[in-house]
């Protein structure tokens, strides 16, 4: 077992955005407290489970990890569940992984520091066990003194934790505990913090980042979204996720006036029927949610709208299953995340019958998928042509193609001349000449793309092919 000379940590991420900050938090913590993150489970003293539980399937991951290196025990590894299965199954997590010796929910990680100085003192084995889980009380946000930056390229802020939505299928509201809104000061502090780290792009993060409510009531979510725009060095700020109940016309408008918000909004939707709306406690009917679509189409930027969509929710007729398909005609998305129902412990859909078959959902979700893949590549052809701007995040050696980022969010593959190096991070612009249903392809025209009063040039007068 490592003593406490070398203290070592090895690190595993499921689930949403929101997870891989609050990595981000908890490796901060850790290094802080003297530890030392490897990149192997061989390797490490302490190995830690951030986890998700928003379906069975991501749940039964960790169960599956856990036991999968049970073994590791023998050689005096201790192991830690932190997050969403922590906070969801709590005690129990010890009964169904005996070996687990930390369990601390996402609610409770300003509690870490000390409950690691515990873990280093006591024994691995029954009885030394440590539980932190908060109930949905806590008026208190997760921040750290030191936050580790894992994305090179995007920085992430939470600028509103937790959901009071209670969304009949969803395990949110009781694993991430009650909707607690940062203020807008330390929002905006920690935007210049990222700043100054050298990072242009900046995504704020939260369940329902557009339910924000500043407790000193400075600013409105579409307010912050300026504020965080016009920091200095800021190039391009995203937000996620937007929930349709809250999402104002405002949050449009500043996107139209301030040309560093980029031109997407994930506005999850779930189903096209308002009775399944209704049932799923959604708070908007179909014509409502379309409504908030109709202001993002009327904008003078092209912003492109993503979505979720769940199919065989208790109830679901094929009637309203056929709704969900006719409104991502409507809309016109530009890519869809969808999930099968999964029936998830204390929501209240845990009461419905969950009576359509696992076929029934596959077969849905094949037709959802096959009309959006339709969707989605008739959206991304409309780029073909233009010169669009990309953010470089790699480049893939194999095929000899640089992985570029639009504003749009679209992953757009396109090629250099050779031997020419692009610094990771840095923006260029790419003119589009391939397009498929999940990405873009094209060929550079130019680079030095620094500061967002320059990212309006579309000439390409440097281009290289010239
Ligand atoms: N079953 C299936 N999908 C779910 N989601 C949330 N809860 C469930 C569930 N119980 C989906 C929703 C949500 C996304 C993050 O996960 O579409 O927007
Ligand atoms: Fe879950 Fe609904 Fe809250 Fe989103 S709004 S986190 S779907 S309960």
């Not at 701007?389 to 992985?403: D, H, L, T, Y």
Request: charge should be neutral; include cysteine.
């Amino acid at each position: 077992m490592s003593g406490t000379a070398d203290k070592t940590f090895y690190l595993e991420t499921f689930g949403c955005q929101m997870n891989v900050h609050d990595s981000e938090k908890v490796i901060g913590t850790l290094l802080q407290q003297g530890y030392r993150q490897v990149q192997t489970v061989d390797e490490a003293g302490l190995i830690l489970y951030n986890t998700c539980s928003i379906r069975d399937k991501a749940e039964q991951k960790v169960f599956n990890r856990l036991n999968d290196y049970k073994k590791l025990r023998k050689q005096g590894k201790k192991f830690g569940v932190l997050g969403c299965v922590a906070q969801q199954e709590g005690d129990r997590i010890f009964e169904k992984a005996p070996h687990v010796d930390l369990v601390c929910g996402s609610a409770s990680y300003r509690n870490l520091p000390q409950m690691l100085v515990q873990l280093e003192t006591v024994q691995t084995g029954a009885g030394n066990r440590l539980t932190g889980l908060d109930d949905r009380q806590t008026d208190l946000c997760f921040e750290t003194e030191y936050t580790a930056r894992t994305n090179p390229h995007r920085g992430y802020i939470t600028i509103i934790e937790g959901c009071d939505k209670f969304c009949a299928y969803c395990v949110v509201p009781f694993t991430r505990g009650k909707e607690r809104s940062r203020t807008s000061g330390s929002v905006l502090a920690e935007a210049r913090q990222l700043a100054d780290l050298g990072y242009t792009e900046i995504q704020l993060l939260g369940q329902n980042v557009n339910s924000y409510r500043d407790p000193d009531e400075k600013m409105t979510f579409a307010e912050l979204l300026a504020a965080v725009a016009e920091v200095r060095g800021m190039h391009r700020v995203r937000f996620t996720t937007s929930h349709p109940r809250d999402f104002g016309r405002d949050i449009v408008d500043v996107i139209d006036a301030i040309p560093a918000l980029c031109d997407h909004v994930h506005l999850p939707v779930q189903s096209g029927s308002t009775r399944v709306l209704d049932a799923m406690q959604r708070l908007y009917t179909r014509d409502e949610y379309l409504e908030r679509i109709a202001w993002i189409h009327s904008a003078k930027r092209d912003i492109s709208i993503t979505t979720d969509l769940i199919v065989g929710f208790p109830g679901e007729t094929e009637r309203e299953f056929e709704q969900t398909l006719s409104l991502l005609d409507e809309v016109g998305y530009d890519s869809a995340f969808t999930f099968k129902y999964s029936p998830r412990p204390n929501t209240p859909a845990l009461k419905l019958d969950d009576a359509i078959p696992d076929e029934e959902k596959a077969r849905r979700l094949a037709l959802l998928n096959e009309r959006q893949r339709q969707i989605s590549a008739r959206r991304n052809r409309r780029h073909l042509g233009e010169i669009v701007e990309a953010m470089v995040e790699g480049k893939n050696e194999a095929r000899g193609q640089w992985i570029g980022r639009t504003s749009q969010i679209k992953v757009l593959n396109f090629t250099a001349p050779e031997g020419m190096q692009l610094k990771a991070a840095s923006y260029v612009q790419v003119q589009v000449t391939n397009s498929f249903p999940n990405s873009l392809g094209g060929e550079l025209k130019s680079t030095n793309i620094e500061s967002s009063e320059q990212r309006v040039i579309q000439s390409s007068n440097q281009s290289f092919n010239d």
